[in-house]
């Protein structure tokens, strides 16, 4: 018996592997663009938190110069002598600050115009108080202006995260109004006293005014810095705020308490709204290190942050293009393995004439050496029955012959 030959593998048709190749070949393109989309994105963030942190750098630079220029205006309006070490020292160092950041910032057209303003600033010589005050109030203006075109440019008035753009909020915007609003009032309370009683009604106005200008950028810059802590998770931003913005709070309230006017006279004292002025100005100028120093801590850490999610994004990105080259080499190379061939067959149970590969006559020869022995033994003939055809005999009985009832049998 003949085992049949087992069916030869199939070669993979073209069109169905050009298919597939066809596939694998067009999944890279969402691939790439997906990879280049989140790297994008990425970039972008890592763009915006290097400016950010070039807009702190130089709002720690305008903090300095907000400080000394009160400091000045509040001599000059007094009368004392200027110190002006300390505000061109804070000036020189702006500079060099705009030097390397006012391109990408924007900012040094607005801060050479600050700078020459504060430059030619006068002393109190033989200048008017009032007109003292009012030169300073603009250089002043101007500096807050500044301080709205950093935040501007750097990205931090538009901060994705609810903790720093807050911060960024009370630092660049309400701590220096609220600063340069306590320095005001003290110095309109000095102005105030040196007019004559016919001012009055002028001097209780602008002090008025003075304490609500105060007031309320005090009042915004706490609402600030208590939603900064309500929604940050940092564990130590919460701590290090509020201490310093009580004491911020107790002092601007100090001031306020001090220029008010009581028993419908114009009169106030000045020795204790001067000391309530140095302690507000301290107060502020701690906190304002405080916020600056948080807030970079928060950008530092957003950087880290996003330079990992970097990596993560090109190792996700290698790994599927990895992924994608493997499945076009496994199409490629398919059906290139070894050809089948046709399978053994079994030794069949029919004379070797049947097997094909078998050499005529093979059979009869062992036949004839079964028959005849080996050489020198005497030979063993097989004794055979003849067989006669059906009804060859007369009789069912006789030997040799078939009977009509030997298939029967």
């Given amino acids: ?35 280049v989309q989140l790297q994008g994105s990425v970039d972008d963030d890592q763009e915006l938190a290097l400016r950010e942190q070039h807009g702190i750098e130089y709002l720690r630079s305008l903090a300095d110069v907000t400080v000394a220029l009160t400091e000045a205006q509040s001599a000059a309006v007094a009368g004392r002598p200027v110190l002006r070490e300390a505000l061109a020292t804070a000036v020189e ?119 609500t200008s105060l007031l309320d950028p005090a009042g915004d810059l706490i609402k600030s810095l208590q939603a900064a802590v309500d929604s940050t998770e940092s564990p130590n931003l919460g701590g290090n705020l509020l201490n310093q913005l009580d004491s911020y709070q107790r002092a601007i309230e100090a001031l306020a308490a001090a220029s008010a006017l009581t028993d419908g006279t114009s009169e106030t004292d000045l020795t204790q709204i001067a000391a309530a002025r140095v302690t507000a100005h301290a107060a502020a100028e701690q906190l304002s290190a405080i916020i600056l120093t948080e807030l970079a801590t928060l950008i530092d850490a957003r950087v880290d942050r996003l330079a990992r999610d970097q990596q993560i994004t090109i190792g996700a990105g290698i790994l599927a293009l990895l992924l994608v080259l493997a499945l076009i080499t496994t199409i490629l190379l398919g059906g290139r393995g070894r050809r089948s061939t046709p399978a053994a067959t079994a030794a069949p149970d029919t004379p070797s004439a049947e097997i094909p590969g078998t050499e005529p006559g093979r059979w009869d020869a062992l036949v004839e050496w079964s028959a005849t022995g080996p050489a020198g033994s005497p030979a063993a003939t097989p004794t055979t029955r003849p067989v006669a055809a059906a009804g060859a005999g007369t009789g069912g009985d006789g030997p040799g012959t078939w009977g009509r009832t030997d298939a029967a049998r």
């Fill in 93 to 211: 160092r702006t500079t060099v600050i705009d030097t390397r950041l006012g391109a990408e910032l924007r900012t040094r057209e607005r801060w050479a115009g600050v700078r020459a303003k504060i430059e030619a600033l006068p002393d109190r010589g033989s200048t008017a108080p009032d007109a003292v005050f009012t030169v300073y109030r603009e250089a002043a203006d101007l500096l807050l202006a500044l301080y709205d075109k950093v935040r501007e440019s750097s990205g931090l008035m538009r901060d994705p995260e609810a903790d720093s753009y807050y911060l960024q909020d009370a630092v660049g915007e309400e701590l220096p109004f609220a600063l340069i609003a306590a320095g005001r009032l003290a110095d309109l309370a000095v102005l105030g006293a040196a007019r004559r009683p016919a001012e009055r009604l002028r001097t209780v106005a602008e002090l008025t005014a003075a304490r």
């Fill in 1 to 35: 018996m003949t085992v049949p030959a087992q069916r030869p593998r199939r070669w993979p048709n073209a069109p169905g592997k050009a298919l597939r190749l066809s596939l694998a070949v067009i999944l890279i393109a969402p691939i790439a663009a997906l990879f």
